[in-house]
């Protein structure tokens, strides 16, 4: 297994350019079951994630390459979608996979998923999703572990989240567009990767409205076209890097954003001591002294992402001053403080809090990545940290991350990746 070596201690500076969104290219890509037509993906970040569904895709018979000439550019056509089944060895992989019931749903008529299950960050249920196909007219069955939904056909229906999540609202879209009729989607999740996913679909010819806020309206239509779309800049990424900066008192910019997407990031970013300039597509943040304690809430876009937590809580263990940081949004996603704490920064968790007293500095040590955010958090550790950290398990980080490893080294960290 692949392992990432940090030696910490370097200021980062210089430019890099941002990936495009992993969790949007997920959504993406499920949506290209919805035509016969060719959907081109293009900006697509070469992740684990991405292979699985392209996996996911392929055991559904579908036609899913990389471009020849371009290694950034998928190209997927759905001509014929031979088998609804998604089988329980890659869906265990990766819950976004939950996102093709939809889809087959509305493209097949049935659809059958494995269930996800549990996983480490949180129980994580999918009855959200089942419940907004449910109300368009899906009958759904729990059959030895898979969820099967079917549906001679989908009639629009309103659908009223009790809880704000997104592949929900997006698999209850992706059934929508091709129902009968019109949906109205109430507490729909607001975040980017939503309205992505609308944009794309009104680009193969769906009606779809409201994208982004709370209410979406989606008014169905007969059959849709190909696409051809630029996937946006990978806003977690982005804050990431912008972290990192922080965490090592730098100088770092990131191109390919979308700022206005990372409202709540940079404003946290700037409250912890960053001094953040935005100039078009670049993002850039200064750090000439150690991070200031903050209070930071995650919270459903547009509040402070959940998936951003880990990177910002390592920023506030060097902190003059005390923190405390509130997850909201999953349970038990605080598994990487343990590993933090054996570098030396001081938390106390209570519940849904953790609580931060800025300590002077880190010191490397081995460390064991335990989900795909919290080890982003453990690589900026080591970036921060006096000696050499060695980041286990770092396949974790390859599910969302592409290369991180690279994009920090042309920040001049001292970091590899030893294979094996
Ligand atoms: C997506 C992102 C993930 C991010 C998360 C929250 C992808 C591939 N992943 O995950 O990176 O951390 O949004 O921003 O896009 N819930 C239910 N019932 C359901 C569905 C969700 O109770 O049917 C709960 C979850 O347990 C969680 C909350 O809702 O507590 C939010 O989850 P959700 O927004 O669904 O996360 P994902 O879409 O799975």
Not at 35 to 49: F, H, K, Q, W, Y
Not at 217 to 224: A, H, P
Not at 249 to 260: E, I, L, M, Q, Y
Not at 317 to 332: I, M, P, R, Y
């Amino acid at each position: 297994m692949d392992r990432i070596v940090v030696r910490g201690g370097r200021r980062l500076e210089g430019e890099v350019r941002a990936s495009g969104s992993k969790n949007a290219t997920l959504a993406l890509m499920a949506a290209a079951l919805l035509t016969d037509r060719e959907s081109v993906l293009r900006g697509v970040p070469r992740v684990r994630d991405v292979g699985t569904m392209m996996k996911i895709l392929g055991a559904l018979g579908v036609a899913c390459e990389w471009d020849a000439d371009d290694e950034h550019v998928l190209r997927i056509r759905a001509g014929r979608v031979s088998n609804p089944e998604a089988p329980y060895d890659l869906v265990r992989q990766m819950r976004a996979s939950f996102l093709v019931l939809g889809p087959l749903v509305a493209r097949l008529g049935t659809g059958r998923v494995s269930e996800p299950g549990g996983c480490a960050i949180g129980v994580r249920p999918v009855d959200q999703h089942l419940k907004g196909l449910e109300a368009l007219g899906a009958k759904i069955r729990l059959d030895h572990g898979y969820v099967e939904a079917s549906a001679a056909t989908l009639t629009g229906a309103r659908v009223a989240f009790d809880v704000s999540t997104v592949n929900g609202t997006q698999n209850v879209m992706m059934a929508a567009v091709l129902a009968r009729g019109r949906t109205i989607i109430e507490n729909a999740a607001r975040e980017p990767e939503v309205a992505e996913l609308a944009q794309v679909l009104c680009a193969m010819g769906a009606h779809v409205h409201g994208a982004g806020s709370d209410r979406i309206e989606i008014e169905g239509v007969e059959s849709l076209g190909g696409v051809d779309h630029t996937v946006w800049g990978d806003r977690i990424e982005i804050g990431t890097l912008l972290a990192a900066g922080l965490v090592t008192r730098g100088d770092v910019t990131v191109r390919g954003a979308d700022p206005g997407l990372l409202d709540a990031t940079l404003e946290k970013l700037r409250e912890a001591g960053g001094d953040v300039d935005v100039q078009g597509d670049a993002i850039r943040l200064r750090a000439d002294a150690p991070p200031r304690g903050i209070k930071l809430v995650t919270a459903p876009y547009p509040g402070f992402p959940t998936d951003m937590q880990a990177q910002l809580m390592t920023a506030l263990t060097l902190a003059d001053g005390s923190s405390v940081v509130t997850e909201t949004v999953f349970e038990n996603r605080f598994m990487h403080v343990p590993e933090l704490v054996r570098m030396g920064a001081d938390i106390e968790v209570a519940g849904r809090a953790a609580h931060v007293r800025g300590v002077g500095g880190l010191s490397g040590a081995p460390v064991m990545a335990t989900d795909l955010r919290a080890s982003a958090g453990l690589i900026l550790a080591g970036l921060a940290a006096e000696g050499e950290t060695v980041v286990n398990r770092v396949y974790h980080i390859d599910r969302g991350y592409e290369r991180i490893e690279d994009k920090l080294r042309r920040l001049g960290a001292e970091i590899r990746r030893e294979e094996g």
